[in-house]
T-cell receptor, first 113, second 114 residues
Framework: KAGVTQTPRYLIKTRGQQVTLSCSPI?????VSWYQQTPGQGLQFLFE???????NKGNFPGRFSGRQFSNSRSEMNVSTLELGDSALYLC????????????FGPGTRLTVL | DQQVKQNSPSLSVQEGRISILNCDYT??????FLWYKKYPAEGPTFLIS?????DKNEDGRFTVFLNKSAKHLSLHIVPSQPGDSAVYFC?????????????FGSGTQLTVLP
């Protein structure tokens, strides 16, 4: 089975712009979660989508949003980018039940200048 | 407030010896624990997990131990190999509400010396 894929792998944006990141889960997985990794805050949960619905949300401002399509692919959008949004954005997929293992993609490295 | 803590930022071990990585948690609602291995600029790779109904789970060279009363888990790697050098994260999730949300520790850089 193919693993979780994320596009693009690297992205450079300037402050105030917006960005959209994409994630394709493992075939058969219906849950997609997004995480942000920064040197200062570590790995932090952003949100989780299951069957096109946001099921859980972390403690991030409303500038961070996402959606999921009927084929379980997910996109994450960050509007009005700030310097502090520079991070590695990771998505993880799972079957979606409690206790299911989450498998991560390679991440998208976002740099905000 | 860090709910999952890895107090050792780094650990060095000789090849062939045992590596022991530790993790403590404070939230008693956590009942599923995982270890991930991560290389720079890559996503975390799942290693092994354990649910709170067990105190040990083994998979090849990797064994995870859970001490619920102490809210402590550890990952043992035996024997350690140079390819095991990476950052190891422990993660936890609960059973209700945000159960599918993983809370991560800050990671431990393991270096296995040849």
């Amino acid at each position: 089975k193919a693993g979780v894929t994320q596009t693009p792998r690297y992205l450079i944006k300037t402050r105030g712009q917006q960005v959209t990141l994409s994630c394709s889960p493992i075939s058969g997985h219906r849950s997609v979660s997004w995480y942000q990794q920064t040197p200062g805050q570590g790995l932090q949960f952003l949100f989780e989508y299951f069957s096109e619905t946001q099921r859980n949300k972390g403690n991030f401002p409303g500038r961070f949003s996402g959606r999921q399509f009927s084929n379980s692919r997910s996109e994450m959008n960050v509007s009005t980018l700030e310097l502090g949004d520079s991070a590695l954005y990771l998505c993880a997929s799972s079957l979606g039940q409690v206790g299911d293992t989450q498998y991560f993609g390679p991440g998208t490295r976002l740099t905000v200048l | 407030d860090q709910q999952v803590k890895q107090n050792s930022p780094s650990l060095s071990v000789q090849e062939g010896r045992i590596s022991i990585l530790n993790c403590d948690y404070t939230n008693s609602m956590f009942d599923y624990f995982l270890w991930y291995k991560k290389y720079p600029a890559e996503g975390p790779t799942f290693l092994i997990s354990i649910s709170s109904i067990k105190d040990k789970n083994e998979d090849g060279r990797f064994t995870v131990f859970l001490n619920k009363s102490a809210k402590h888990l550890s990952l043992h790697i035996v024997p350690s190999q140079p390819g095991d050098s990476a950052v190891y994260f422990c993660a936890a999730s609960g059973t209700s509400g945000s159960a599918r949300q993983l809370t991560f520790g800050s990671g431990t850089q393991l270096t296995v010396l040849p």
